[in-house]
C-alpha cells in the first residue's frame, strides 16, 4: 500500500491515534495507491489500473475494525477534509480615490461598498452617484433617460444595520475574480452591484426609468409608498416592464416573487434569450423571495429581478464574482429593452390576492362559518389584519399560506439582525424564537409589520 504523498503531509499534520495507524499502512505492502478523491468523503484507490472511490469511514473501517471510536473517525476524516482544502490567497484591496467613472465596472462597485450604509444613510451613497439624480416625495433617487416603458432598479440600503467601514479583499476562483471583506462586516454586493449596473446603463444613455430605492431591505419601504402612489405618478405612467437587479447568482430571471407570478414566461424567455446571446447562462426561476419590483406587479404587467452576480448576502462571507458583473453590464446594454414582449395582465394579479387575505369582512357571518365552510378553512379565524382598501378599512383574515411566507421573511430578517435561533415560531401575530436553550418572545405583529407587509395594502 502507498500512501500518496500530499495525503501523508495531511494526515502528519492531524494529531489522532488514528493518524499514525493510519500511516503504518504502508507496511502492509498492499499493491494500491491510496489518494484523496475529488469527491468529498472518499478516497481514490488505485490498484493497477483500476481506480476505485471509497468512502473514507468504510476504508477506515475495513483496514481497522473496530479499533477507533466512530467520533474519532470523524473528526478524523474531517480534519483531512479541511487540511486539504487549498488556502484561499486573498489580496487586499485599497480603494483608488474617487472618480465618477461609470464604465470602469470594478473601480465603481469597489466606490460603492468602501462602508455599510443602513437604511437612514442611503443619501452617504449620493457622492457616488451621477450628480443630476432627482428625488421623489418619499426620498428615493430616479433619473429618466429618452422615452421608455422600462423601469429599471435597484436599492441603495444594505442589510447591515450597524454603520460601518469595509475591508476589501479580492481573490479568484478559476480565473473568475470576486470580491469578500474581512469578514467582520457584510459586503454589500446586495445591491452596490446592482447600482454599479445602473450607473453603467445610464452612462451608456439606455433609455429608462433608473429608480434607487431607499429601505429595500426593510420591507422595501421606498418602493412601498412609491407603489401606494403609482396612479398618481406621472413618471410611471404606461411603465410595462420593470426590472430590479438584486438578485444572488449568475443564472435568474425570476418569474415569481413569493409565490405571485410577477412576470409572464414569454417576457422571461425573451429576456434570457438577449442575454444569452451577450454570453451570459441565464434561465427563467419562480423561487424569487422579494424585492422592490414585487410591489408593483399590480400596476406593471411585467416585473422581474435579475441575477448580477453576489452570493451569501446578508451574511459576512457574501461575495461579489466581479468579473459576471462586468459582462452582465456589457450584455444589458446591448439589449432592446422596449421590444422585449409583453403578455402578463397585471389586473387580474389581484386575484391571487384572496389566497392570502380572505375579503369576508363580516365578522359574525365569518365566525359563523368558521370551521364549517371548506372555503375558508384555510383562515384561521383568529388571524387577521386590518387592510385600507379605496379608502376603505377593512378586517381581512390572514391564510395559513401567508402566514408561512411571513415566517419565512421574519426568518431572514432575524438573520439579518443577527440573531441566534433553531426556528421562528410565528402564527401571524406573536413571534417566538426556539434557541437551543430557550423560547423566546421576540415582537408582535404591528412590531413586524414593515418586514411581512408584502402586498401594496397599507396596514
Ligand atoms: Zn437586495
Same mark, same amino acid.
Not at 480615490?97 to 473601480?107: A, G, I, M, Q, S
Given at each position: ?22 500511516? =503504518? ?24 489500473? =483500476? ?49 465618477? /467613472?461609470?464604465?470602469?465596472?470594478? +473601480? ?47 436599492? #441603495? ?16 476562483? =478559476? ?24 450607473? $453603467? ?9 433608473? !429608480? ?22 406621472? #413618471? ?9 437587479? +438584486? ?15 410577477? %412576470? ?12 444569452? =446571446? ?23 404587467? /411585467? %416585473? ?5 452576480? !453576489? ?11 466581479? +468579473? ?31 389566497? $392570502? ?20 378553512? /384555510? ?81
Amino acid at each position: 500500500m502507498i500512501i500518496e504523498k500530499n495525503l501523508v503531509e495531511i494526515i502528519q499534520n492531524i494529531d489522532s491515534p488514528l493518524s499514525k495507524t493510519f500511516l =503504518k499502512l504502508e507496511k502492509l505492502n498492499l499493491n494500491s495507491i491510496v489518494q484523496l478523491s475529488n469527491k468529498d468523503w472518499h478516497f481514490q484507490v488505485v490498484n493497477g489500473k =483500476k481506480k476505485e472511490t471509497v468512502k473514507m469511514f468504510k476504508f477506515i473501517n475495513t483496514y481497522f475494525p473496530n479499533k477507533f471510536e466512530k467520533d474519532e473517525v470523524i473528526s478524523f476524516c474531517e480534519k483531512i477534509i479541511t487540511n486539504s482544502k487549498p488556502k484561499q490567497v486573498t489580496t487586499k484591496i485599497e480603494p483608488r480615490p474617487f472618480k465618477y /467613472e461609470p464604465l470602469n465596472v470594478r +473601480d465603481t462597485f469597489i466606490s460603492l461598498v468602501t462602508e455599510t450604509y443602513p437604511h437612514g444613510f442611503e443619501d452617504e451613497v449620493l457622492a457616488y452617484l451621477p450628480q443630476d439624480l432627482e428625488i421623489d416625495d418619499f426620498g428615493n433617487y430616479y433619473k429618466v433617460i429618452g422615452n421608455s416603458e422600462t423601469v429599471f432598479t435597484s436599492h #441603495l440600503d444594505t442589510a447591515l444595520r450597524e454603520k460601518s467601514g469595509i475591508n476589501l479583499y479580492s481573490f479568484f476562483v =478559476k480565473e473568475q475574480e470576486f470580491i469578500k471583506t474581512d469578514e467582520t462586516t457584510i459586503l454589500g454586493a446586495d445591491d452596490k452591484a446592482g447600482v454599479t449596473i445602473m450607473l $453603467y446603463m445610464i452612462a451608456n444613455n439606455v433609455p429608462g426609468l433608473y !429608480y434607487f430605492f431607499l429601505g429595500e431591505e426593510r420591507g422595501g419601504i421606498g418602493s412601498k409608498k412609491v407603489a401606494n402612489d403609482f396612479i398618481d405618478n406621472p #413618471l410611471l405612467k404606461g411603465k410595462k416592464r420593470m426590472v430590479s437587479f +438584486d438578485r444572488k447568482n449568475y443564472y435568474s430571471i425570476i418569474t415569481s416573487q413569493l409565490g405571485e407570478a410577477c %412576470c409572464s414566461n414569454e417576457f422571461a424567455d425573451g429576456l434570457c434569450n438577449e442575454l444569452n =446571446k451577450n454570453g451570459l447562462h441565464m434561465k427563467p426561476d419562480d423561487t424569487g423571495v422579494l424585492t422592490d419590483s414585487a410591489q408593483f406587479i399590480w400596476d406593471i404587467p /411585467e %416585473c422581474t429581478n435579475i441575477s448580477v452576480g !453576489y452570493y451569501d448576502e446578508h451574511k459576512t462571507c457574501e461575495r461579489q464574482d466581479i +468579473d459576471y458583473l462586468y459582462k452582465l453590464c456589457k450584455a444589458v446594454v446591448r439589449i432592446d429593452w422596449e421590444s422585449l414582449k409583453i403578455t402578463r395582465d397585471n389586473t387580474k394579479a389581484t386575484s391571487s390576492y384572496s389566497n $392570502y387575505y380572505s375579503s369576508r369582512n363580516d365578522e359574525d357571518v365569518f365566525e359563523a362559518f368558521a370551521g364549517y365552510d371548506n372555503t375558508y378553512s /384555510e383562515f384561521f379565524d383568529l388571524n387577521y389584519t386590518y387592510i385600507k382598501e379605496n379608502g376603505v378599512r377593512k378586517k381581512m383574515y390572514i391564510s395559513d399560506t401567508w402566514i408561512e411566507k411571513e415566517k419565512s421573511l421574519l426568518a431572514k430578517e432575524l438573520e439579518n439582525w443577527g440573531t441566534n435561533f433553531v426556528s421562528v415560531v410565528w402564527d401571524g401575530r406573536d413571534c417566538y424564537i426556539r434557541t437551543e436553550e430557550a423560547y423566546e418572545f421576540v415582537g408582535n405583529r404591528s412590531y413586524f409589520i414593515p418586514y411581512i407587509s408584502q402586498s401594496k395594502f397599507p396596514f
